[in-house]
């Protein structure tokens, strides 16, 4: 066990001790030569990252804030009012990021899944993609509160078969560098993701692309709808780091941008054009956690089935007789921080382990094993035999 | 020298051990006690180098974003469309403020300074106060781009004797811990700034302040403008936190918050209950280096007169003869970082060097001498004599 807890939540997670270092990176002007080569590094690989070449006129942003900041990137940039959104949801961040949305424009509709730990369901989809001309579609790919994974591919092809013009947008918060996500060849217009999950830095970035499709209708605005958060004032920020030179809007946060430099490494080492073999791991990681979370303790997932079940966390009912307190309170006993649950009236039914990054597939992946071996003492500590 | 180019712009700023070591610290779940703690102390800190009393029912938010972040949310909160808004332009990121605002109400009047160099004419504002009447002021203490310190104490008293309604906002970005200000005692609504310059921590946090009179104007607010810049979201977070609870709307930065943990403890270490001391010496060290620059550098400042001089930077005009890309460069050479000038068509004729922070006031002040020395040494390798 190790001298402290380790953070086992869906994020903040562990990081290596690289990214650690580059967290104390001594100070740097933010437009000296010497950050300018290590954020064009970044732009460069978070394309990597997000499957998206240059050649697409894609537009990468890497800003100081949290994943929510993603959602009113979206939002202020991609929303005018009277717009039409449709947000499918599968749990909490869905609905949170529909109720982000509902500033930005009256007609907002949400496509709840059928039943919490299902996806949504793809005659519904079709149904009302055919009955009203939507704006704009928000995928959640993983929705951090219930575990479910939707398949990103298969809308994304619905979508372009019955309303091409709908814009594509992903919150891929929970779910870069953990699922397949092909920027370009899918067709998304946005995505959004952070640094905290499987990006593997500390929180502090929203990190997101946005298709040139996009970007035309960002910049066609007539009026921003916020400052810090217009992507028409970053646009050029981002592409003059991407060209090798300094801009300046907004202070970059230097530290962090240093420590996503080495996590993108990390990320792409396997394969230095492409985030596949990163995600491989997650998958199978994820699988086989998954496998003896089921076979071995008789614990049951929240997602119904294994194909909506997302690689970067397992959501997981807690056993009948098992409080859920008493189990986390357990866990950080036995060396290991997991998370309640937190959608509506469920959120007392299941709780949450993150599986990403070093810890899950980096070269501390052991400690999975050692969270497995934890979880099942404290189950048994409390009483629960399978 | 150093064995790397030290960094003396005026923020990002040097950075000590401490504060760096503690943007290593190994993952923290944001809701974990461990966490928690940390949090609670800092906005009890934050308080405190604000001079605001929680008696006083003030809220300080600690976000993850940038400075610029704090004039959304000035803008998205104290701004209801139609407001009259005054900005007092003493420089580049004065005007930067307005366009923020400009978002959030139609009606923004600048008043701007009489000449670069100096702060706003008295006479001109207190016309301007008896003529409209204003639901908002803003005052940048000190501007980053001039130099420019503008006299909080003073516009804020004749605020409250001409138009008491109206609410008192100060971006202290690159003054806060240099300058004074009395939140409480001067009747101030809404105090940001930012983590990268004299508060010593790397770039990525807003830290503001509100007062109870502008709480109750955000809370009042029909509808927001943002959902990342919502106050009303953050307030029961940070209300939490600061009653040693955990609570979620986003992902706060655990790393740079423990940095900052650090920093407030260096910034409040020789008086802990006052930020004064702190204050004190950065006056003291600007007084220092300025007069150095003057009397023997045979140097000008931009600011008019050393009443309207800054105590975070020192912003001086080039000589003649001597280039600005040049003098860059030559400093460069010589192991500092500072930077150019930033504002319309004054910006090629003048430089800005920062001393904040622990280069300046803290463990290792010998580096601002050091920087004179190397500035002197620049000047005349370019050939320049007094």
Chains 1, 2 share one sequence.
Not at 147 to 155: H, K, P, R, S, Y
Not at 340 to 347: A, D, L, P, Q, V
């Amino acid at each position: 066990m190790s001298a402290r807890k380790l953070t086992f939540i869906p994020g903040p997670i562990e990081f290596s001790d690289n990214v650690l270092a580059a967290m104390s990176t001594p100070s740097q002007a933010h437009t000296s030569p010497e950050f300018i080569k290590v954020f064009q590094s970044v732009l460069i690989k978070t394309r990597k990252m997000f499957c998206s070449a240059a050649a697409s006129k894609s537009q990468p942003f890497v800003i100081s804030g949290s994943g929510t900041l993603g959602w009113d990137l979206c939002g202020s940039n991609l929303v005018n009012q009277g717009d039409n959104v449709l947000v499918l949801s599968t749990g909490f961040f869905s609905d949170q990021f529909a109720n982000c949305l509902k500033i930005y424009t009256d007609n907002v509709e949400v496509l709840e899944a059928p039943q919490f730990g299902a996806s949504v369901d793809f005659k519904q989809l079709e149904s009302k993609l055919s009955a009203t001309s939507y704006d704009l579609i928000t995928i959640t790919q993983t929705d951090t509160s219930s575990g479910v994974l939707t398949d990103v591919e298969a809308v994304a092809k619905v979508v372009k078969k019955i309303s091409p013009k709908t814009l594509i947008v992903v919150d891929a918060v929970c779910a870069t560098a953990c699922e397949t996500l092909k920027f370009d060849d899918w067709g998304i217009d946005y995505v959004l993701t952070a640094s905290q999950k499987a990006v593997g830095v500390p929180s502090g970035l929203s990190i997101s692309i946005a298709s040139s499709r996009a970007m035309e209708k960002a910049l066609q605005r007539p009026k921003p709808s916020s400052f810090f958060a217009d992507m028409k004032r970053w646009a050029p920020i981002m592409q003059a780091y991407e060209s090798g030179k300094g801009a300046y809007f907004a202070t970059p946060a230097v530290q962090l941008i240093h420590a996503l430099n080495v996590s993108l490494d990390e990320l792409l080492a396997a394969d230095t054009q492409t985030i596949d073999a990163r995600v491989a791991a997650h998958k199978a990681a994820s699988d086989s956690f998954k496998d003896k979370l089921v076979n071995q303790l008789g614990l049951k997932l929240v997602p119904v089935s294994r194909d909506v079940a997302a690689h970067g966390l397992s959501v997981v009912y807690y056993p009948e007789n098992v409080e859920g307190a008493a189990l986390l309170s357990k866990m950080a006993a036995n060396g290991f921080t997991i998370a309640s649950g937190i959608y509506k009236e469920y959120k007392d039914k299941y709780f949450r382990i993150g599986h990403m990054g070093v810890s899950a597939v980096g070269e501390r992946k052991q400690e999975l094993n050692e969270c497995f071996e934890a979880l099942k003492l404290s189950l048994s500590e409390l009483g629960y035999q399978k």
